[in-house]
């Protein structure tokens, strides 16, 4: 029940076949949301009480009383796996919509990427030592009380909670080192830390300036090494009608509550205009399917002929 429960949300990873719109629309969403997470819980409750009842599990002593599997204690692991999925998806960069479908805002801690090794290695070593333990204690000590297991797998969760805790220090850390210094001479007026897998103090910048978006890797466990100038900068564009008409379009409406760093491009084709906006919190060659962006094709006049959400993975004409 733990397991299904705590798998299940992805299964709205299904609409990324459904192309970019549909993944932005459904992908950590529907599932993800409290109200959908409360409705999983209670019908895989509800689908492991009946199938308990249909093929009950055998009992080895003869004398022990088969009883049912009861709605609410599993209710209460089923809430417990659906939670857990979902705290973990809170600690990535992407988020989940919480409030769907009552409100649309995205909710993301930026403690962890969507793949951290540091989590995985702490979970794999929750799963392994207790069967080393179990091991050494039949080798040592034959015959007293066997080790279930429990006390490694608390010591897992308080130690993969400890780790995010520290994240969120070190996210502190960088935002405050990022909004201390100028970028080519250019004020910082905001900043966001984003998590990168190679190491817990390593972390990617981008700082936003009165015109320009600024990405610098940020290296707190190398301080000296960090440098401003250093940075990478993406021109905000002018203002102009195309882009003033291309704001407005129910399309940019949408993707602007996804994105967490909007940045826009607007490029003239003959006598049309391409506005591309996509989200700054992914680095430009990053092939994560949340990576998303938005185009929208203009005429002369500045008159939308066509809108759509794209893979930034995908090869786009």
Known sequence: MLVVSGVAADLDYASYFGG????MRFHRTTLHSLAGSALMACV????????????PQKKLELKSANVPLRFMPALAVCAVGAAGHVLLDLASGVGVQLLWPFRAHWTAWDLATNFDPWILAFL????????LFKLVNEEVTSGQKKRTGQGSAAFTLLLIAGYLGARAH???EAVDLLLSREYHGRVALSADAFPVPSSPLSWRGVIGTDNTLEEVEVPLNRPGDFDPN????LYKPEDSPALEAAEKSSAASQFLVYARV????VRRIEADYRVEVRDARFPSDDDDPANVFLRIDL?????IRREEFLFASWPNP
Not at 262 to 265: D, E, F, H, Q, V
Not at 299 to 303: F, G, L, T, V, Y
């Open 20 to 23: 970019a719109s549909a993944f």
């Open 44 to 55: 895989f409750a509800g689908a492991f009480c009946v199938l308990d009842r249909k093929w």
């Open 124 to 131: 794999v070593a929750g799963l392994l030592l207790p069967i």
């Open 170 to 172: 070190w996210r502190t």
């Open 230 to 233: 250093n940075s990478a900068t």
């Open 262 to 265: 909007p940045i826009a491009t």
């Open 299 to 303: 005429d002369s006049n500045s008159q």
